[in-house]
């Protein structure tokens, strides 16, 4: 199957800072991309919509001068959280699906923590 | 969005079939049955999807009710590391049409499994 990575896997902030994740389909292009968040023992919680070459789309709720989102090329869309703060401390998790397939093929995830 | 139902956790011993159950009576006619699971902090994984017809790969089996309101993801033989968090989900397709599509995650059914 198709994967899908994130980077970083894990990643430690002061509250204020901005922190950035890349999404990258590895072996494949993806017009579109999903970017989720889960907090613990919770279920996903998409939260917009990257596409390439154009604006994201993103979830009722989501603030997006807050989690910026970037798809610049085929294989690479970021996610980037501004001026973080403790309650975006979650796991961000990335998704590609394929035309030529039925199912989405999600990264790793990514754990933020901001201190 | 088209909801699902499902219980929110079930025991099973290793070696055993598991049956996992999912409502979705709100299901459209042209709504996917998708069914992914989570293993402990990773992304999810795509496990098997169906529309009308029961479904076979080499991971499980999903039966769908004849009226489609209700579907059934079958493991035949449970081992240890089908432990996890299994998601019943609706495939809407975008308004735009096309092949991308987004998934709205519900609780999903933790599953347990007993050595």
């Known amino acids: 199957g198709a994967v899908v990575s994130q980077h970083p896997s894990r990643v430690i902030c002061k509250s204020g800072t901005s922190v950035k994740i890349e999404c990258r389909s590895l072996d494949f292009q993806a017009t579109t991309m999903f970017w989720y968040r889960q907090f613990p023992k919770k279920s996903l919680m998409l939260m917009a919509t990257?596409?390439?070459?154009?604006?994201?789309?993103?979830e009722q709720g989501v603030e997006k001068d807050k989690f910026l989102i970037n798809h610049a090329s085929l294989t690479l869309s970021t996610l980037t959280v501004t001026s973080a703060h403790p309650e975006d401390s979650s796991f961000y998790i990335c998704s590609a699906n394929l035309d030529t397939y039925n199912e989405q093929f999600f990264g790793p995830g990514t754990r933020l923590t901001v201190l | 969005d088209a909801k699902t139902t499902q219980p929110n956790s079930m025991e099973s011993n290793e070696e055993e079939p598991v049956h996992l159950p999912c409502n979705h009576s709100?299901?459209?006619?042209?709504?996917?049955i998708h069914w992914y699971r989570q293993l402990p902090s990773q992304g999810p994984e795509y496990v098997i999807h169906g529309l009308t017809s029961n479904v076979n790969n080499r991971m499980a089996s999903l039966a769908i009710a004849e009226d489609r309101k209700s579907s059934t993801l079958i493991l035949h033989r449970a081992t240890l590391r089908d432990a996890a968090v299994y998601y019943c989900?609706?495939?809407?397709?975008?308004?735009?049409?096309?092949?991308?599509?987004?998934?709205?995650f519900g609780k999903g059914t933790l599953l347990t499994v007993n050595p």
């Open positions: 990257s596409n390439e070459g154009s604006k994201a789309t993103y």
């Open positions: 989900i609706l495939r809407v397709h975008f308004l735009s049409g096309g092949s991308n599509y987004k998934l709205t």
């Open positions: 709100t299901i459209s006619g042209t709504d996917y």
